[in-house]
C-alpha cells in the first residue's frame, strides 16, 4: 500500500473511532442554541445523537500554548461538558493544529505541548486531533465547491468568502511561507478555510458549532459564513444541521462594561472582539436562555456564588502586603480568570436546571474548582507556593459548601488534591500557611457574624481543627 492510501486509510479510521457512539436508552431532551450574529435558533434534537464541535485551527508556534489559548479551549470544554453530561448527546469534538508553514519538529513539539496543557487545565482530551497539512487536498475541494456555488469568489490569486469585508479562505503565500500549488494560484488556505475543509474531509459532516477563531470574528455578513459552510457541506454523506452555530463575538454590538471587559488596559470593544474573554461573554448571553430555571437550585448557585466572590475580594485586599513580602496571593490577572470561569458556569448552570435536581448541578460547581486549580497550579506553583496554598483553601471552603448542601464531591475533590499535590509539598504549602491565615481569618470572620452563622459552624470548626486561623 502507497505511504498516501495508508494515511487516507488511517485518516478515515480515526473518524470512524470517534463515531462510534450510541445515545443513552429513553433520552428524549433536545437544545436550543442560538446564533449570536442573527439571532436564529437552531434546535439539537436527540434522534442526531452526535454533535460536531469543531474549535478553530490552532496555530502551531514554537512558544507554548498561551494563556488566552487555553481560555478559549476551557469555555468550550464547559459548553462541551454541558451537552455531554447534562443533555446526553455524543460530542465529536475536533481540535486541528495549523502546522503549515512551521516544520514537522515544531509541529510536534507544539502539540505534546497542547496535550499537556489542556491536560493542566482539565479539559477532556478531543475526539480527533488534526493537522491543517493533512488536508490540503480537501482545502482545495472546498475552495472549488464554494467558487462554483457562488459563495466565494476569487480575486488575484485569492478566494474571499463573500464579499471582501469577509475573511480569506486561500491567501497568496509571501516570503518564506509554505504554499500550495491550486488552479487559481498559488498560496495556502487559512484557518476558516481550514475548517471548512474539515467539515468536508475529516470530518465527515457539517459542523454543528464552530467555537473561537480570530478569522470570522470581524465577519459582517455571517449569513455567508453559514451558507458557504453548508455550501462545503454538501459534499459530505448526510448533513446533521443544515445551518452551524457560530459562537463568536460582535464587537459593534456588545457594551465593553456588561461582559466585564476592564478599561484599565485600555482594551476598547473593538479590539476585545478577538478576545476568549469577550467570547466566554457572549457565549453566557446567548446560549441556553431559553431552557426554564428551577428557583431553588438558582437560589443555592447564587449564594456559592456570593461567597466565592467575597472570599476572592477579601484575598485582594491582602495582595499588596503580600507582594511587599515577596509572597502573592492571587493576582488581578489571576482573580480575573477565576470569576471569569465561575460566572461562565454558573450562567450555565442556572439555565440547565429544569431537569437536573440541585445536587447535580451543584457537583459541577467543584468541578470549576478542579479545572482552575489543575490550570492554575501547574502554571504558577514554581513561582507562587502561596498560590497554591490559597487554592487549598478555596478548594476547603468550597467543599464544605457542597457538604451542607448534600452534594457528593469526592471525584472532583480528588481532582484538586492530586493536583495541588503534583506541585507543591505539604511543607511548601505550610511555609506560607501563616501569612494566607490572615485573609482566610477575616473571611470567616465575616461568616461568623453573618445570617447564615449556624450552618459555616461546622466548617469554621474544621478549619480551625486543621490550624487554618
Not at 504554499?179 to 498560496?187: E, H, N
Not at 482566610?440 to 453573618?450: C, H, I, P, T, V
Amino acid at each position: 500500500m502507497s505511504d498516501g492510501a495508508e494515511g487516507s486509510a488511517a485518516k478515515q479510521q480515526q473518524v470512524e473511532e470517534a463515531w462510534r457512539w450510541s445515545p443513552p436508552p429513553g433520552s428524549d431532551a433536545s437544545l436550543k442554541l442560538t446564533d449570536v450574529y442573527t439571532d436564529e435558533e437552531v434546535t439539537l434534537e436527540r434522534s442526531w445523537s452526535t454533535i460536531t464541535f469543531l474549535v478553530q485551527p490552532i496555530t502551531a508556534t514554537k512558544a507554548a500554548p498561551s494563556v488566552r489559548l487555553l481560555r478559549t479551549l476551557i469555555s468550550a470544554d464547559t459548553t462541551r461538558r454541558v451537552l455531554q453530561s447534562s443533555f446526553g448527546f455524543n460530542v465529536l469534538f475536533a481540535l486541528c493544529v495549523d502546522d503549515l508553514g512551521v516544520d514537522a519538529e515544531t509541529a510536534r513539539a507544539f502539540e505534546e505541548e497542547l496535550v499537556k496543557a489542556l491536560k493542566a487545565a482539565n479539559i477532556l482530551p478531543p475526539s480527533l486531533m488534526l493537522r491543517a497539512s493533512d488536508y490540503i487536498e480537501e482545502a482545495k475541494t472546498t475552495m472549488d465547491t464554494l467558487l462554483k456555488n457562488a459563495h466565494a469568489y476569487e480575486a488575484d490569486g485569492e478566494i474571499m468568502l463573500g464579499s471582501d469585508t469577509n475573511p480569506a479562505l486561500w491567501v497568496k503565500g509571501s516570503g518564506d511561507a509554505q504554499t500550495f500549488d491550486a488552479s487559481w494560484g498559488k498560496g495556502r488556505p487559512t484557518a476558516t478555510g481550514i475548517a471548512m475543509a474539515l467539515t468536508a474531509g475529516a470530518l465527515d459532516a457539517p459542523l454543528d458549532i464552530v467555537f473561537g477563531g480570530e478569522g470570522t470574528a470581524n465577519v459582517s455578513s455571517v449569513e455567508a459564513l453559514n451558507a458557504a459552510l453548508k455550501s462545503a457541506s454538501a459534499v459530505t454523506a448526510a448533513p446533521v444541521i443544515s445551518t452551524p452555530v457560530c459562537l463568536q463575538a460582535k464587537a459593534t454590538t456588545m457594551d465593553a462594561d456588561a461582559v466585564g471587559v476592564g478599561n484599565d488596559d485600555a482594551t476598547t470593544v473593538a479590539e476585545a472582539a478577538t478576545s476568549p474573554r469577550l467570547r466566554l461573554a457572549v457565549l453566557r448571553q446567548s446560549v441556553f436562555d431559553d431552557v426554564a430555571l428551577n428557583a431553588e437550585a438558582l437560589k443555592d448557585i447564587t449564594h456559592i456564588e456570593q461567597q466565592i466572590t467575597a472570599f476572592l475580594a477579601a484575598m485582594s485586599e491582602q495582595t499588596s502586603v503580600y507582594t511587599q513580602d515577596r509572597f502573592e496571593v492571587l493576582t488581578q490577572h489571576d482573580q480575573d480568570l477565576m470569576l471569569n470561569f465561575f460566572q461562565l458556569r454558573q450562567e450555565i448552570h442556572k439555565s440547565l436546571c429544569n431537569n437536573i435536581n440541585t445536587a447535580a448541578v451543584l457537583d459541577h460547581l467543584l468541578a470549576i474548582i478542579a479545572t482552575v486549580a489543575a490550570y492554575t497550579t501547574a502554571q504558577a506553583a514554581a513561582t507562587k507556593p502561596l498560590h497554591v496554598a490559597s487554592l487549598r483553601q478555596i478548594g476547603l471552603f468550597v467543599t464544605g459548601l457542597l457538604v451542607r448542601l448534600g452534594v457528593s464531591f469526592d471525584m472532583h475533590a480528588a481532582t484538586i488534591g492530586f493536583a495541588v499535590a503534583a506541585v507543591a509539598t505539604p511543607e511548601e504549602i505550610a511555609a506560607r500557611r501563616k501569612e494566607f491565615s490572615q485573609v482566610f481569618a477575616k473571611f470567616f470572620e465575616q461568616l461568623s457574624s453573618g445570617p447564615d452563622a449556624d450552618a459555616y459552624k461546622s466548617i469554621i470548626d474544621q478549619a480551625r481543627a486543621e490550624g487554618i486561623f
